[in-house]
């Protein structure tokens, strides 16, 4: 169903509850998984007529047999490399290879030379759960060598369906078919980097089966979300438009809680504090003269501030100093919506598990891997686990940003299926605070301010990216795009 992200073993469900209600029902979606994917080869390069199929020894290597039976009956020139025992292949997949056989494809060793234009990944489904070795690995070497494009069946194989790492080596492919329901490795970590275009055949599928199965995460839908948000009445005061206040920028960091203060305002908060180095002051408010800026040398100064504000925001340019240790501790001790980022997460490895009753983190792999007292490497292996296990040490709204970022709340996990390398440059992390506290500021839920902010910000961040390139994005380049997508429901 729309929007849902299935583990491997959820998608094995509902194959076999569908293949249980059809006669040869493995062999007849084998068949539809080959038509689907032949139309596919029709449509994306229609004058490359010399295929190459990589077969493995399970069902995935029945759907490339039945492709290249299904194409050479279509004028294709084919030929398959038979990769692994295949003595030993699924019921459904003999079938597949007889029919490749009967249609007279020749069947090659993997050293065998074939000029192709069009390559088909055909090695590995969704039960891969081990590094790559031995002659597949030779093979995934050969298909990532060639200049032709390549369509990946279902997974490019080599990558864990549901982590989205590389186990070992993967396909890196032009285009992905899958099949049944989106596996949710392939939306983060490594997987968008091998996907290539990713798209979906549901096969015949009844739709039932979907309704009844659970399913791990959902992709972000911004539509939806932003139909939460309540057009403002004639008679809308700032007051009601939340207060953000914002703790942070030390020493040599004054701009970036100034992205955050930036960004709330341009998100609709109706009034924005940032406390900092009295230093600061002058500059902040002559770059930004809507905001209310304080200095503040110690903890005791930040109460009367944090009596009036909706959303406390910690960490943007806080430092890990003393007086950032200090300006932590207090803001932990507020029975307030609390946002903690940056410096803030870095200083928190040092603190007693916060009790805030309501409290989003929003941690980079690096900042997880502290807070989770492992490796970013472990983290990145399993990005789904990490987020999760923040979810529960916090008891907290967690984002866990990167490559398909992860936002675990009280109800599902969320996946955002948007954003762009050009995002790594300084201070996005900075901007992303300031909106996700201002759409909280405004009464969205935790979870809900987390998604629709994130996805505000990375959903700009691609229109600009498709305009002028992904190169020399600054992160206050978005506020006027962020701007446009958030006042979407009020225009017309």
Known sequence: MTGRLYNSEQIRDIEQQAIAEMAQGDFVLMQQAASALLGLLKQRWPCRKRLLVYAGAGNNGGDGYLLAAYAQAEGYQVAVKCIGDHALLPKAAQMAKKATEQAEVPLLALSAAFKADVVVDALFGIGLNRPVSGDYASAIEQINQSSCPVLAVDVPSGLCADTGQVLGSAVKASVTLGFIGHKIGLFTADGPDHCGDLLLEPLSIPQRIFAAQEYSARQVNGAQLLAQLQPRCAHFHKGQAGHVVIVGGDFG?????????????????????????????????????????????????????????????????????????????????????????????????????????????TPHPGEAARLLQCSSKEVQQNRFKAVQALHQQYQATVLLKGNGSLIAGEKDLQLLNAGNPGMASAGMGDLLSGIIAALWAQGLNAETATALGSWLHATAADHLAARFGQRGLLALDLLTEVRTLLNQPCSG
């Not at 406390?312 to 200090?326: H, S």
């Not at 307030?336 to 007693?352: C, E, F, H, M, S």
Request: proline share 6%; aromatic share 4%; glycine share 8%.
């Open 253 to 361: 960091m004054a701009g970036a809680p100034l992205l955050s203060a930036e960004a709330a305002l341009r998100c609709g908060a109706g009034l924005v504090t940032v406390l900092t180095r009295k230093e600061h002051v002058p500059a902040l408010i002559a770059r930004r003269p809507e905001c209310m800026v304080h200095g503040v040398e110690a903890q005791q100064d930040l109460h009367p501030f944090f009596l009036k504000a909706s959303v406390i925001v910690a960490g943007p340019g806080l430092g890990q100093q003393f007086w950032g240790q200090q300006l932590l501790q207090q803001v932990l001790m507020q029975n307030k919506p609390v946002l903690l980022d940056a410096d803030a997460l870095n200083l928190l490895t040092q603190q007693t598990t916060p009790q805030l009753k309501q409290l989003i983190l």
